[in-house]
């Protein structure tokens, strides 16, 4: 401020200017974190503009895989969000996707059901488990035991026929109720 | 004074060994051993990383006279957070199947030491140019750390190397050990006293 002060001697709304940003020292540290929020709030706004409908596209290409995966061979038609799955032009099941809460937040579940109202296939789409220990209840080793189950098998042992994993039982349950959710609605 | 600057060679020259992020400032760990695991991942993150790293020295180099002292951090966090977001919504839009390897440690690099340690103590003190220069020399080191460390992980933990959908099988009875945790600290240490008793670092 002292060099400063030497040179304002010929520049006089220089000086005038700066003494006004003298006055706003405490406002500065404010100004400068809003302007910068505000700046990479719009950026990040226009890069998610153009990214969402890859990732949207993205996000459908892998459900209709998970979809071909449960019903192998077969043609699909989307209503109301459910895919009803034909081979040989004949209605073989349907597959829905049922959004629940696991231990990490929101989980999606993909139920494939047979026409008989039995489980063909259950797979997850996406899901925040901790890692190694919720997440054992989304891998398919665990996923397959629903295979052929009715809906009033759908309960942990011994009532039902569902085996829950030790230390994961939130996740375990949350897949559980997925599958009856989607078994009763869908 | 500015010709007793290091020269801009040096400046991204000193990352890839003699500042290496990993084998000599050792900062960003965790996530480091946690990708670790497959060489495919390793090329993945370290793009993602170069990605905000670069980005990040980039602009806080360029705004950095304006940036008021008593809070830089948070505006240096603003500026990470913003571009690992970015980085996220790319590679959710073009490669999902990296963001399933790499999970939440992409999101996580915005809070990767290595990233604000090099805003905080170089890019905003020195010239764009040099901040640059800096970021790529980093994230050079840090791409051969990973990359090196993966290797060796993947290699005798499962056997072989699976790169872009080839696999090459060399050992038959994999010690599996080698990409669980434990063996990322061993292959670590073991990298370490290696490179320094060769006096590499």
Same mark, same amino acid.
């Given at each position: ?186 | ?56 020295? @980039? ?29 996220? @919504? ?30 905080? %103590? ?6 764009? @140019? ?59 240490? %073991? ?11």
């Amino acid at each position: 401020m002292r060099n400063f002060s030497v040179t304002i001697v010929t520049d006089n709304s220089t000086h005038k200017f700066k003494r006004l940003i003298g006055k706003m020292g405490t406002a500065k540290p404010i100004v400068a974190l809003t302007l910068t929020c505000i700046t990479w709030g719009l950026i990040l706004a226009y890069v998610h503009q153009i990214t969402e409908p890859k990732i949207k596209e993205a996000e459908r290409k892998e459900k209709e895989a998970t979809i071909e995966e449960i019903f192998p061979g077969c043609t699909f038609e989307e209503e109301n969000g459910i895919f009803y799955c034909f081979q040989d032009n004949r209605l073989i099941g349907r597959a829905v996707e049922v959004e629940t809460k696991g231990y990490g937040g929101s989980m999606k579940v993909l139920v494939g059901i047979n026409l008989d109202n039995t489980v063909r296939g259950v797979r997850v789409l996406s899901h925040n488990e901790t890692r190694g220990i919720g997440s054992r209840a989304t891998e398919p080793s665990y996923l397959s035991q629903f295979e052929n189950l009715r809906l009033e098998q759908l309960a942990f042992k011994p009532q039902g026929k569902v085996e829950a994993i030790t230390g994961a039982t939130i996740s375990s349950r949350a897949i559980l109720e997925a599958v009856k959710e989607a078994l009763e609605h869908g | 004074m500015a010709e007793e600057r290091p020269s801009l060679k040096w400046e991204t020259k000193k990352g890839i060994l003699k500042k290496n992020p990993i084998f000599v400032i050792l900062l960003g760990l965790c996530p480091f051993l946690a990708i670790s695991k497959s060489v495919e991942d390793a090329i993945g993150m370290t793009l993602a990383f170069g990605f905000v790293l670069v980005g990040t020295c @980039l602009v806080t180099s360029l705004v950095r006279r304006w940036v008021p002292r008593d809070i830089r951090i948070p505006i240096f966090v603003v500026i990470i957070a913003s571009f690992v977001t970015i980085t996220e @919504l790319i590679v959710k839009a073009y490669s999902p199947s990296l963001r399933e390897h790499l999970g939440i440690f992409l999101p996580l690099i915005t809070v990767n030491c290595i990233v604000l340690g090099r805003v905080e %103590a170089f890019s905003s003190k020195r010239s764009v @140019l040099e901040s640059l220069a800096d970021a790529v020399g980093m994230t050079a080191g840090f791409g051969l750390a990973i990359i090196s460390i993966s290797f060796i992980r993947e290699l005798l933990g499962t056997g072989g190397i699976k790169l872009f959908g080839h696999s090459f099988v060399v050992l038959s009875q994999p010690a599996t050990g080698f990409v669980l945790s434990p063996g990322g600290f061993l292959v670590m240490g %073991a990298m370490l006293a290696l490179l320094k008793k060769l006096g590499v670092i």
